[in-house]
């Protein structure tokens, strides 16, 4: 336990990056080896060691001013992944040096991930020289939804980029032989079909990628992610299998009552390590690996550790070798589950006959159910109804029947018609289950609760499973508290607004736009965000499927504004859409035009642009132009419209505004001074993308809200921001990312002025100079 939290310590101090935290741990390590107290001061200097390992993973991302950079590196391929019209690779890098003069340094890069859209094609192990142009690891920041940015860092990747033409890649080494991609190409040939060939890989291989998004939307849905991937149950079953079958051996061979005890717990570690090393040892089958080894450490009695000690050792082990794991959500749900598995095995009779054995497995799995959805839940956002029971059925047939003959039929590779039979067994299992995971989802989908129920749902759920897993707890106990969880009274119901209140959230969505508008009882989307030359949406990544909302306006149909559309109508229920007349659409609409109006729950929303006649006007000056009041504040969203727009509809307002969404994500061609005089908007809010090659929002533009007072926020660089209108007070503003000077959530401040001190940042883009370092930003200076 002590070098394990040791370890977790040290983490947490890397992670902070605090020089008086390292100097208090230094200290303290000092005293005690002063004081000869050396395990206090092995374990502090434990700390010290992981702290700066974990300080070097951070330091080694890209450094920004390399952003947008052309770099050329000589990289071994990882992993690849292939989507329509695209690749994308995992690189491990062996040296990196700037095209450019002057530049920083990337030498200290390691891992890398590259998009691919026409190239030449990659297969792993190979290794390559190639020209790409880099950036630091982003992603998008949106309250509740996947945080791209936090995985990437999980993952150890400390840039991103595409790859370049020119110089054009080179090929330095072919692959070497590796044993798992061998069984990768022989399964290819195989006469499976596609689903239960890619169950096979993910089950017996650990090859996650060959599993389709379809695959792990059916997965997530019935709570079964862990069935399908190198975990411990698998690795697990290896070592039974090699342990059973050694002990037998040992019992055939052994002469008299002498019985070989020892090499058959070796032959089933040898067995589990050969088994993870086919399946590549990534982090999780190394994480499995680790805890099956150990676990065989415990079983055998030999000088072993008690259960406990045993479950500290392996947290230990594993966060020292792969530190980043400690915020790898995985890591969590495995070792919460062993726990568990510990609690409720610990203190209980051993079962006895297979009716015994029978309802204890029975029992554990009702027992593990609620903890582990409440873990997922706040993993992942998400509860699946169906787990319970479903995994009741998958479990026994996953472990007992599909993994058995998966691994059969590697085994009897060598004869082809046996291996046949075995995967043709397996096939049939493996559509079965499919079958029953879906009739499962359609009856029970999966349920996303709001941000404001996750963590009382799953402190609910966690209760009600540790109350029964505890040995000991008297049974009048367990059924009063599972009667209170359940009747709800820890599961508030979701905050609804008040009438004439607005409530606004600005997604982040890179180079494009969507802004969420709700009241009361109304909802309203002013855009749908891009779609990138990935088919990826961005839109898709934000609610969970079936939502309802009463209007989509959107505001012109540039893809930067309407590429989301397809899947929204997909996944959504609209009930109606406004755009531009002439704007060409995949969905039916209305046309807007200026003078439209329409009230709801005291909100009054109007349009200001476009007129009845749009002949002569470009796609962008077609815009619609929505104006929203509610009291005494008033918000507007005018589009892409340029300067010469904005001074024909400015006669329609009379005095300031609280909140400008700002027009055309800040470029120079909008928020002309005109506008910017006559509204003088408390907060400007930019709809940009982090680092884009537009170079939004404009310095001109930057300074000239700067110059009337405004407080100016950027989704690029404080992610999503959601604002309260209405009221007496002043409008309310969170951002979904703490600012460069305060880390962590932002909160909503009471007042605004302009400047840095308030949260208000103005930043300004800085053009791209090939010999000059690019920062990710430049400061305004501070009034």
């Known amino acids: 336990m002590p070098v394990a939290l040791a370890t977790l310590a040290g983490i947490l101090s890397g992670a902070l990056a605090s020089a008086s935290v390292l100097q208090l741990v230094a200290g303290l390590g000092l005293g005690c080896l002063v004081q000869r107290r050396w395990r206090a001061a092995l374990l502090a200097g434990l700390v010290l060691v992981v702290a700066v390992r974990v300080l070097s993973l951070i330091g080694g991302e890209l450094a920004p001013g390399l952003s947008r950079q052309d770099v050329r590196l000589e990289v071994e391929v990882t992993a690849v992944s292939r989507q329509a019209g695209m690749a994308r690779l995992d690189l491990r890098v062996a040296d990196c040096r700037p095209l450019s003069e002057g530049l920083p340094s990337c030498e200290q890069l390691s891992r890398l991930r590259l998009s691919v859209y026409r190239g030449p094609t990659f297969e792993v192990g190979e290794r390559w020289r190639l020209t790409a142009r880099l950036r630091p690891p982003s992603g998008f920041a949106n309250p509740g939804s996947f945080d791209y940015r936090g995985w990437l860092w999980r993952e150890g990747f400390q840039a991103t980029g595409y790859l370049r033409s020119a110089p054009g890649p080179r090929r330095l080494a072919a692959a070497p032989f590796s044993l798992h991609r061998l069984a990768l190409a022989r399964l290819a040939e195989a006469d499976l079909e596609a689903r239960p060939a890619r169950w096979l890989a993910a089950l017996t291989l650990g090859a996650e990628r060959q599993l389709t998004r379809a695959d792990w939307e059916l997965l997530n849905a019935t709570g079964t992610t862990h069935l399908v991937v190198i975990s411990g149950l698998h690795i697990g079953l290896v070592a039974t299998f090699a342990l059973i079958l050694s002990r037998g051996l040992a019992r055939g061979l052994s002469p008299g009552h002498w019985r070989m005890a020892i090499w058959p717990w070796w032959s089933a570690g040898v067995a589990a390590t050969g088994y993870a090393l086919l399946a590549g040892l990534e982090a999780p089958a190394l994480r499995a690996l680790i805890m099956s080894l150990i676990g065989l450490w415990v079983a055998s009695g030999r000088h072993a550790p008690g259960p406990w000690q045993a479950w500290w050792l392996a947290l230990a082990i594993v966060v020292l070798l792969d530190p980043l794991a400690a915020w790898r959500p995985g890591l969590w749900l495995s070792f919460v589950a062993v726990a568990l598995l510990i609690l409720i095995w610990q203190g209980r009779a051993r079962p006895r006959g297979v009716k015994g054995w029978c309802l204890a497995l029975l029992r554990t799995q009702w027992l593990l159910a609620p903890v582990m959805a409440a873990a997922v839940l706040l993993a992942f956002g998400r509860l699946a109804p169906a787990a319970p029971l479903i995994n009741l059925v998958a479990v026994p047939l996953v472990s007992s029947l599909m993994v058995p003959l998966g691994l059969a039929g590697w085994l009897l590779a060598w004869a082809p018609p046996l291996s046949a039979a075995c995967w043709a067994g397996f096939a049939v299992l ?340 090939p010999a000059l370092s690019v920062p990710l930003s430049t400061r305004a200076e501070t009034p």
């Not at 897993?469 to 106990?477: I, M, N, Q, S, T």
């Not at 727009?645 to 001074?673: D, M, Y």
């Not at 921001?721 to 460069?740: C, D, M």
């Open 430 to 769: 493996s559509e079965a289950l499919a079958g029953l995971l879906e009739a499962s989802a359609a009856i029970m989908p999966v349920h996303e609760p709001s941000a404001s129920q996750r963590w009382p749902l799953a402190l609910g759920l966690g209760l009600i499973g540790l109350v029964w897993a505890l040995p000991g707890v008297d049974r009048r106990w367990r059924t009063l508290a599972s009667a209170l969880l359940c009747l709800g009274i820890v599961w508030p119901e979701e905050h609804r607004l008040p009438p004439e209140r607005l409530w606004v959230r600005v997604h982040d969505v890179g180079q494009g736009q969507l802004v969420e508008l709700r009241t009361a009882g109304y909802r309203l989307l002013v855009d749908t965000g891009p779609r990138f030359g990935s088919g990826f949406m961005p839109l898709e990544t934000l609610w969970p499927p079936g939502q309802h909302v009463d209007d989509v306006l959107v505001s012109h149909g540039d893809r930067d504004h309407a590429g989301g559309l397809q899947a929204l109508e997909k996944d959504h229920a609209v009930a109606r859409y406004l755009a531009p007349a002439e704007a060409d659409l995949p969905v039916r609409f209305r046309a807007c035009h200026a003078g439209q109006a329409w009230r709801r729950d005291g909100v009054e929303f109007r349009l200001l642009w476009p007129p009845a006649n749009l002949r002569g006007m470009s796609k962008n000056d077609r815009s619609c132009v929505l104006l929203v009041s509610v009291g005494s504040h008033r918000l507007l969203i005018p589009g892409d419209v340029g300067r010469r727009v904005e001074r024909s509809f400015l006669r329609q307002l009379e005095g300031g505004i609280a909140v400008l969404v700002a027009g055309h994500h800040g470029s120079r061609t909008s928020s002309g001074p005109a506008l910017v005089e006559a509204l003088r908007p408390e907060i400007v809010v930019y709809s940009a993308a982090l680092d884009g090659r537009f170079e939004h929002p404009a310095g001109s533009v930057v300074r000239r809200f700067r110059r009337v007072g405004s407080c100016q926020w950027n989704t690029a660089q404080d992610g999503a921001l959601t604002l309260e209108l209405g009221g007496s007070g002043p409008p309310r503003i969170a951002a979904a990312r703490g600012s460069p000077r305060a880390p962590g959530p932002a909160m909503a401040w009471p007042r605004w002025r302009s400047g840095v001190g308030h949260d208000c940042l103005a930043l300004e883009s800085t053009p791209v100079t």
